[in-house]
């Protein structure tokens, strides 16, 4: 592991004062929900452990975590200035920026990471991830995915056959379901999408079906008048009027038995079930009204849309939710030559301007605050994108597409934390040990989640297939 020589100055933490519990934070609003109704194919399935590629036993990091919330950094955070820092590599490879000491001891991470360098003995470091794909859409199929997507290095590539494996929060509704109302996994604040408003593939439950779709919630929760209309009763419709409603739905039915015998008559209750069941439950709606969150909470997690998002899936997760995916895609002044994280121009600027300080903000605040609240052994967060950025800067100042090695963060239910697993060589452009790839990643989710690698689902010829071909990354597991 390459190892940034030891600063001298006293790390960015610590003398940052312990915050109060959070157990309020604020935000509003809301837009588009997207129902479905997983047909389960079986509970949760495999053994009280898992089984590495030499045969070990992992642990005890098997369903340990209830929920997870993953962090997507649309465009491809660089390594070098985030977990991988080269301290002594020429100026053209480790950029503007040093490295600065961490709570864990011989652990470098970039400077622009003050308050997450405090926390990194709750997190494991990936720094040999790797698709050898470097583009945005075909490397984030195989990330979101765990499945190459074919052929490999496919700019703009769109859903559908052969390329619709179901994403990872489709396979967690699919198995885990859904509870308290609210579905099994969500996406928000938007999909993931290249310039032309191209949506990726790898987003939805591909083969699965519909029913298994994680909901995509499009919204600002930084909006002032953030609400959320699709999962209330309209205004003129009481809850005694619904209740008649539904009486009368129910007389219909029953006067029509016949209609019952009928696949999509089935389908179409379940989802109106869904629907009544979520405008109905006061549980359901709380989960999203953030303005129930204190200011002070709000300020913490950072007053912008990522911010937000990250705060919002951290409500839900407690609400219920299984798998909550928060992307970093483009803000509105984001510039056409660098959108979101994918800085080919001013890579320095961008980072230290627009990137790197609401994120840390929202990542830190997140960790912190499932600890305060006795959440973060068993709600597992991941911090990732769909590739990392090149070693060398280019004549625009910016760092480029680059899938051979880039670093990826896990921390909560399941993972030891104060860990790194892997090593790039001595610029941060290959794996030299420790090599992953999206497969294990997905394994690993899965497993902390409580779902063995070789559980099946049925796709829609009726054969089975189990859910990840890759193996959970023991170094990193508790």
């Given amino acids: 592991m390459d190892i940034a020589p030891p600063n001298t100055e006293p790390p960015p933490w610590a003398a940052r004062q312990p915050q109060s519990r959070r157990r309020a934070l604020q935000v509003g609003g809301l ?110 199929y195989w990330m979101l995915t765990g499945h190459p997507h074919a052929p490999r290095n496919q700019e703009n590539a769109l859903p559908g056959s052969p390329n619709d494996w179901p994403c990872l929060g489709a396979v967690v509704r699919q198995v885990r379901g859904d509870a308290g109302g609210l579905p099994g996994s969500i996406r928000l604040p938007e999909e993931i999408w290249n310039t032309g408003r191209l949506v990726w593939p790898g987003q939805d439950a591909g083969w699965l079906g519909a029913q298994a779709d994680p909901w995509l919630i499009t919204c600002d929760p930084n909006a002032p008048d953030f609400r959320v209309p699709d999962i209330a009763l309209p205004a003129d419709v009481s809850q005694g009027r619904l209740s008649d409603r539904q009486q009368l739905r129910q007389l219909v039915q029953n006067g029509r038995p016949e209609l019952g015998t009928s696949d999509a008559v089935r389908r179409w209750r379940q989802w109106q079930s869904k629907a009544i069941d979520l405008v109905a439950s006061g549980e359901a709606r709380r989960a999203f009204e953030l303005e129930r969150e204190a200011e002070t909470a709000r300020d913490r997690y950072g007053r912008n849309r990522f911010g937000q998002s990250v705060l919002m899936a951290r409500r839900l997760v407690e609400a219920g939710v299984s798998l909550v995916q928060v992307n970093w895609t483009r803000w509105e002044h984001d510039d056409t030559a660098a959108p979101a994280w994918d800085t080919h121009a001013k890579n320095s600027q961008r980072l230290k301007n627009d990137l790197m300080p609401p994120m840390d903000q929202a990542y830190s605040a997140l960790l912190e605050d499932l600890e305060q609240r006795g959440l973060l052994d068993e709600t597992l967060v991941v911090w990732m994108g769909e590739f990392g950025r090149t070693p060398k800067i280019n004549a625009a100042g910016g760092r480029d597409h680059w899938g051979h090695t880039f670093s990826v963060a896990l921390a909560g239910g399941g993972i030891r934390g104060g860990v790194v697993h892997g090593q790039s060589d001595r610029i941060g452009g290959y794996p030299v040990e420790g090599r992953v ?15 063995a690698s070789h559980t099946e689902l049925h796709d829609r010829l009726g054969r089975p297939l189990a ?5 959970p990354i023991a170094p990193i597991l508790a």
């Fill in 467 to 471: 859910i990840s071909s890759g193996t």
């Fill in 31 to 140: 837009s588009a929900l997207g129902i479905g109704l997983p047909e389960l194919f079986g509970g949760r399935q495999g053994s009280a452990s898992a089984v590495a590629a030499d045969g070990a036993v992992v642990g005890s990091s098997f369903g340990r975590a209830k929920s997870c919330i993953v962090l997507f950094l649309l465009g491809g955070p660089p390594q070098h200035e985030t977990w991988d820092p080269k301290p002594q590599a020429p100026a053209e490879v480790r950029g503007e920026f040093g490295a600065i000491a961490t709570r864990t001891p011989g652990l470098h991470v970039g400077e622009l990471m003050p308050l997450t360098a405090g926390l990194t003995d709750r997190i494991a470091v990936l720094r040999a991830m790797s698709t050898d794909d470097n583009a945005h859409s075909s490397s984030g």
């Fill in 437 to 451: 790839e999206p497969q294990d990643l997905a394994a690993t989710i899965f497993h902390c989640l409580g779902l």
